[in-house]
T-cell receptor, first 114, second 112 residues
Framework: ETGVTQTPRHLVMGMTNKKSLKCEQH?????MYWYKQSAKKPLELMFV???????ENNSVPSRFSPECPNSSHLFLHLHTLQPEDSALYLC?????????????FGPGTRLTVT | QKEVEQNSGPLSVPEGAIASLNCTYS??????FFWYRQYSGKSPELIMF????GDKEDGRFTAQLNKASQYVSLLIRDSQPSDSATYLC????????????FGKGTHLIIQP
């Protein structure tokens, strides 16, 4: 266990549904991240939060909406997704931003869009 | 465009031998380098990180960094079947808000 938890672990949703992914870190870290991992592709950074403020949005479609109510919790709200959005969604945290800090990953949510 | 390149493998190594995993990166300003291990169906697990040129050893693992050649490697000594996994190289350019740029990973198989 890395101290980063994610729920749900598996999610199947239709294209018209709305769902949310939750991430919680118990490490006292200040930065949190959402990544997407698709088959045959490298991990793709989606969003970066530092002390509850979004500092990076890597051209992610608006059907993905992040929320960070405090430094321990991170959500990813999903609506009107496409089948190509099916992937493993990973949350990570680090003590701070920048190159000196390692990131620790949660177990991920396996998302299937039907 | 920041890129991190790895040979996807599979790389097959006999048990007890040294496994050598390689990674190159395009951004000369990169400052820190990470190796993650990912078992099938699981999330990436941090193995080592390195910031300075040279070698860094932790148990059976050694990370090697050559910034002039933009090259980082991971050596696994006395390879065990439990080391069979995909190894991800990740690079942080230290530009403040960036997360990590990952390679596609090398699939390592340790043959008993």
């Amino acid at each position: 266990e890395t101290g980063v938890t994610q729920t749900p672990r598996h999610l199947v949703m239709g294209m018209t549904n709305k769902k949310s992914l939750k991430c919680e870190q118990h490490l006292g870290h200040n930065a949190m991240y959402w990544y997407k991992q698709s088959a045959k592709k490298p991990l793709e950074l989606m969003f970066v939060y530092s002390l509850e403020e979004r500092v990076e949005n890597n051209s992610v479609p608006s059907r993905f909406s992040p929320e960070c109510p405090n430094s321990s919790h991170l959500f990813l709200h999903l609506h009107t997704l496409q089948p190509e959005d099916s992937a493993l969604y990973l949350c990570a945290s680090s003590p701070g931003l920048g190159g000196d800090y390692e990131q620790y990953f949660g177990p991920g949510t396996r998302l299937t869009v039907t | 465009q920041k890129e991190v390149e790895q040979n996807s493998g599979p790389l097959s190594v006999p048990e007890g031998a040294i496994a050598s995993l390689n990674c190159t990166y395009s951004d000369r300003g990169s400052q820190s380098f990470f190796w993650y291990r990912q078992y099938s169906g699981k999330s990436p697990e941090l193995i080592m990180f390195i910031y300075s040129n040279g070698d860094k050893e932790d148990g059976r693992f050694t990370a090697q960094l050559n910034k002039a050649s933009q090259y980082v490697s991971l050596l696994i000594r006395d390879s065990q079947p439990s080391d069979s996994a995909t190894y991800l190289c990740a690079v942080n350019t230290g530009g403040g808000a960036d997360g990590l740029t990952f390679g596609k990973g090398t699939h390592l198989i340790i043959q008993p």
